[in-house]
């Protein structure tokens, strides 16, 4: 973690329990370093599937990766507000200048007036079952979806009111430098 470098352009990969890769995306930019964690932003940025389809982002995202939590944020910046998508994933981990997690299917999403909706518990009971995911890991997962609906009613991190706005405005400046 010494050597990340704000203005660096980093690869994401999510694995599932399997390890097997999921889904990558070619580019995030690091943004900001905190204790806890790290802002990355990304637009229109290629992302392939594991079948090997390809499309790209349609809108600017601002990434929040935890070091300790089993979960990842991504404020998504619409016309209308800002929309998060938030994964219940692994902690990440850097190897070769590659962000990498395993996704644990079930997601959150939060809406713009702050109201939110548990997604995929289908594709969470299937893969807990198909993956043979440990009662512990079950337990810890479910702990954490709680935790992060948590930081979404206190408005907390990501969810702090202007937030995803401000980093959203130190991409664009990233990348107005690079030319």
Not at 5 to 20: E, P
Not at 105 to 131: I, N, T
Not at 149 to 166: H, T
Request: hydrophobic share 35%; aromatic share 16%; net charge negative.
């Amino acid at each position: 973690m010494n050597n990340l470098k704000i203005g660096k352009k980093y690869q994401i990969h999510s694995y599932k329990h399997n390890h097997k890769i999921h889904r990558a995306w070619d580019e995030a930019v690091l943004l900001e370093v905190h204790d806890e964690y790290l802002i990355f932003g990304n637009e229109k940025t290629k992302v392939t599937e594991s079948d090997g389809r390809t499309w790209r982002t349609k809108e600017p995202a601002v990434l929040y990766f935890f070091k300790n939590n089993w979960f990842n944020i991504i404020g998504q910046y619409k016309p209308d507000g800002i929309y998060y998508y938030c994964n219940i994933a692994s902690p990440f981990i850097i190897e070769e200048d590659t962000i990498k997690y395993i996704d644990y299917d079930l997601d959150l999403r939060v809406f713009p007036d702050g109201s939110f909706k548990v997604l995929d518990r289908g594709e969470y009971k299937y893969h807990k079952s198909l993956m043979d995911y440990s009662s512990d890991l079950d337990r810890i997962l479910k702990s954490e979806l709680s935790a992060l609906i948590e930081l979404v009613r206190q408005k907390d991190i990501a969810f702090l009111p202007g937030e995803v706005e401000k980093y959203y405005e130190n991409y664009k400046a990233v990348k107005i430098s690079e030319r």
